[in-house]
């Protein structure tokens, strides 16, 4: 069975930086594509950042220049850089994998920056 497990949360001040980690049990080569999530209180869950196993990346207007995402193949992890965090960037973060037959979601990590 798949699991994904994220850490790195937390409260940050604006202007700040926090780096998430997704940590998948079996191999990352089984999830050719890899992505993160937020939502945030009332709002959809939404795509922050994504990233195939050609090293394609996309990501949210919201986050583009200041948040950067990257795996790991040999550790089997997949990370969030956050930089120059803003409070609108509050939400509980997910990561996703993707393989051919299914997705597999993580329990969430929460991210509070504060004004």
């Known amino acids: 069975q798949v699991q994904l497990v994220e850490s790195g949360g937390g409260l940050v001040q604006a202007g700040g930086s926090l780096r998430l980690s997704c940590a998948v049990s079996?191999?990352?080569?089984?999830?050719?594509?890899m992505a993160w999530y937020r939502q945030a209180p009332g709002n959809q869950r939404e795509l922050v950042a994504s990233?195939?196993?050609?090293?394609?990346?996309n990501y949210a207007d919201s986050v583009k220049g200041r948040f950067t995402i990257s795996r790991d193949n040999a550790k089997n992890t997949v990370s969030l850089q956050m930089n120059s965090l803003k409070p609108e960037d509050t939400a509980v973060y997910y990561c996703?994998?993707?393989?051919?037959?299914?997705?597999?979601w993580g329990q969430g990590t929460q991210v509070t920056v504060s004004s």
């Open positions: 996703k994998g993707s393989s051919i037959l299914k997705d597999y």
């Open positions: 990233l195939t196993s050609g090293g394609s990346t």
């Open positions: 079996g191999s990352l080569f089984s999830m050719p594509a």
